[in-house]
């Protein structure tokens, strides 16, 4: 069509055939060398702000599917992990637990800033997991117990591989003490996440906590430790628990404290016979 | 002024255009997912609930967001060569740039106003579901004797963080800022193009390079020199722009706030990237034959 409209600007044709051309692609590397220092100094203002997630691990790529990665690739991460979280909560259900860790590993690389997913990843191994092997009677007795600790120790791992990301995260050290305490029963690594809880929400119980586990340990420096500890924790009154005065009376007996300076007050008795617990998980 | 008029009402007629084609309609099916995301799911915790929540309707806002970017701005010029309507309207005379400008407009137009209905949806939804969340957690609480005041108060900062929140919106606004520079790209794609295909294919390909400009360079630059690096990453951003700095949504749907310098820095790449692909666009279609 032959209209004055469909004919190009004049300015730029017979003369300079493809000036224009060159123009936009001039315009299109000034853009692009314009961005690059702009966009590196904004990524790392949002990287310093934890706004940004990392980048996508290749070794990821055969785990998510073509679809998954793409959905990845496409800003569409936090769903991607979303769906791999319903998908290992079903895994649950049928107690896969194999498919459980591989997907709740997925999930945490896919939003690592996400503390919930690393906490409940560390739950199902150190604690579902575990337990079902370890009770598990169709399996060797010693195969029972390797397995239920190996589940215990990826639980661990996992808490740690969250806290590389997390430092500062109160809530995965809180998980990783009580697995420290009530799985592995290792108290001296207890008694350091508990300190560390505390450090970070400011409330003086979590001491209390770290001081009942180096009251448990096997040396003689962790007692006179947790002895100073529980003694600061008892001038307060709101503090002086049961567990506390308990603590108290064994170490006074163990570390041969002198009787003037013994609190005052008797060890607590056991409302309930010791027989009546039940079995310790 | 005139230029302005010209724009805004050539901006209208795109936007009346593409309700007409009843691109929107597919938005009702967005708008279903969003609730269905919100009503389903009740099994698992509840913050996880309202995190799946949101995570559905970020995603869908992406997806429609890209998708309307990218289909409705290739459909644009050649519909209206074939409608003869280009000429009839550049012959007023209306200037090329004038015209370009007036469909990225109006292209940004839809998009906001779906985007704007999807938040509502989402609003709705997530504010809802925090209330009975909230309810139900605290019965829970009350039915075990747990129901301390300090219980309850951490109870409702942890709804707070994951619910309803003007963080939210920020979120929503960097979608859209992103989407309005995988628009001009595909309009400066479309002035170079031949046909509506070629266009889309080129336009999400480009979408989905640009999402893994950050990957491209840590997997296949790391090894090259500082120059050649260089060279590669700048020819990298003339083809793509970066749209990972506009990821942020991740953050925003774990309760994280976005403070105006980030969103102000964010807000000017998108400026950048929108006024450098107009300027393509412009000196592309100047010399275009119709």
């Known amino acids: 069509m032959d209209t004055p409209a469909a004919k190009p600007n004049s300015r730029f044709t017979a003369a300079t055939p493809g000036r224009a051309m060159l123009l936009a692609l001039a315009v299109l590397l000034g853009v692009g060398g314009l961005s690059q220092p702009l966009g590196q100094a904004l990524r790392q203002q949002l990287q310093q702000q ?223 016979d010791p027989a009546e617990f039940g079995p310790i998980r | 002024m005139a230029h302005l008029s010209r724009i805004w009402t050539l901006a209208c007629a795109t936007f009346t255009q593409l309700l007409r084609m009843r691109i929107m309609a597919f938005l009702a099916v967005f708008c279903v997912i969003v609730v269905a995301a919100g009503l389903g799911f009740a099994i698992i915790n509840p913050e996880q609930q309202l995190k799946l929540l949101k995570d559905v309707a970020f995603g869908a806002l992406q997806v429609f967001s890209v998708v309307m970017g990218i289909c409705a701005t290739a459909l644009l010029l050649p519909r209206d060569l074939e409608d003869r309507t280009l000429y009839t309207v550049l012959a007023k005379p209306v200037p090329r740039l004038n015209y370009l400008l007036g469909k990225l407009l109006g292209v940004l137009m839809t998009i906001a106003v779906g985007m704007l209905v999807l938040d509502l949806a989402l609003s709705l939804m997530l504010y809802l579901r925090q209330n009975l969340v909230f309810a139900q957690a605290v019965a829970a609480l009350k039915a075990e004797g747990q129901d301390s005041p300090q219980a309850v108060a951490q109870l409702q900062a942890m709804v707070a963080q994951q619910g309803l929140g003007w963080n939210l919106q920020a979120g929503v606004l960097v979608i859209f800022l992103k989407s309005s520079v995988i628009t001009a790209m595909t309009l400066m794609i479309s002035c170079m193009a031949s046909s509506t295909l070629f266009t889309m294919v080129i336009g999400f390909l480009a979408t989905l390079c640009g999402h893994g400009q950050e990957l491209i360079r840590e997997t296949f630059l790391s090894g090259q020199g500082v120059a050649l690096r260089q060279v590669w990453k700048t020819l990298l951003a003339v083809i793509t722009p970066d749209l990972t700095l506009f990821d942020v949504t991740d953050a925003v749907i774990n309760g994280q706030s976005l403070g105006m310098p980030a969103l102000l820095g964010i807000a000017g790449m998108s400026l950048l990237y929108v006024l450098g692909y107009a300027m393509a666009s412009h000196l592309l279609f100047v010399e275009k034959e119709l």
């Open chain 1, 50 to 272: 934890a706004l940004l997630n990392p980048p996508v691990d290749m070794g990821l790529r055969g785990n998510l599917g073509q679809m998954g990665f793409a959905a990845a690739l496409g800003g569409l991460r936090s769903l991607v992990a979303s769906v791999t979280y319903l998908q290992a909560y079903r895994a649950w259900e049928l107690v896969a637990w194999a498919r459980v860790d591989s997907l709740m590993a997925l999930t945490c690389t896919l939003q690592p800033k996400h503390a919930n997913y690393w906490d409940e990843a560390a739950w199902h191994m150190a604690y579902n997991a575990a337990s079902h092997y370890l009770y598990n009677e169709s399996i060797e007795p010693w195969v029972r117990g390797r397995l239920s600790e190996q589940y215990k120790a990826q639980g661990v791992a996992i808490l740690k591989t969250g806290l590389s990301h997390l430092p500062q995260n109160a809530k995965l050290w809180h998980t990783l003490a009580e697995i420290y305490q009530n799985r592995t029963h290792e108290p001296k690594l207890a008694a350091q996440a508990w300190l560390k809880v505390r450090d970070l929400t400011g409330q003086a119980r979590y001491a209390r906590f770290a001081a009942y586990q180096l009251a448990q340990s096997q040396e003689a420096s962790d007692w006179k430790t947790a002895y100073a500890m529980l003694r600061q924790a008892y001038a307060k009154a709101d503090q002086r628990t049961p567990s506390l005065i308990e603590n108290l009376r064994q170490l006074e007996q163990r570390l041969n404290i002198p009787y003037p300076q013994r609190i005052p007050e008797a060890a607590p008795t056991l409302e309930k």
